[in-house]
């Protein structure tokens, strides 16, 4: 698929250090894509790829220091994400896509210093990784996001004077 092959180059660009370039990539990548759900707005996969296209360019954005763009991006890669049809995706690796999302967006407003924005954006994202542990506890990547989001929930509700949430969450990790 050609949507594919330009968010593999953009995967290549990016190991190269050309993030103006890896941009590029994504976001033909992604116009792609959007041309591929249009004719075909059932199928999980693209949806699912379309997502990851959307995650891509926002991550790329918000290191560029666009973070009103990367949120939107992120944005849209999370309404994706959301959408798909749980009879067709396993819900254990939509609420791992969806927490690794919502991660994206609050670090997003961590950079930005909007630590209210974060909690809210980790607290969702602890809810999603959850499920996703529900549905597959075995899972060593599900582990290790609900590691990564548990860790910076609790450094943000500590930014934010929630000192009594931030033990409660830590001790969720033991």
């Not at 790329?60 to 994400?81: H, M, Q, T």
């Amino acid at each position: 698929m050609l949507g594919r092959c330009w968010l593999l180059l953009g995967n290549i660009e990016s190991d190269l250090g050309h993030m103006t370039e890896s941009l590029a990539c994504y976001i033909r990548g992604v116009r792609v894509l959007q041309r591929v759900v249009e004719t075909a707005p059932d199928d999980a996969s693209v949806q699912g790829i379309l997502a990851d296209a959307y995650s891509a360019v926002g991550e790329r954005v918000s290191v560029l220091g666009r973070s009103d763009e990367a949120e939107a991006y992120l944005l849209k890669s999370l309404a994706c994400a959301r959408s798909w049809n749980t009879h067709q995706a396993d819900p254990g690796f939509r609420a791992y896509l969806i927490a690794g999302i919502l991660a994206k967006l609050a670090a997003v407003h961590q950079r930005a210093n909007n630590w209210g924005r974060a909690y809210s954006y980790l607290e969702q994202a602890a809810e999603e990784v959850h499920r996703a542990l529900q549905a597959a506890p075995s899972k060593a990547e599900y582990r290790e996001r609900y590691g990564q989001v548990f860790t910076a929930w609790i450094l943000t509700s500590a930014r934010l004077g929630k000192h009594e949430a931030a033990l409660d969450q830590a001790r969720r990790l033991e």
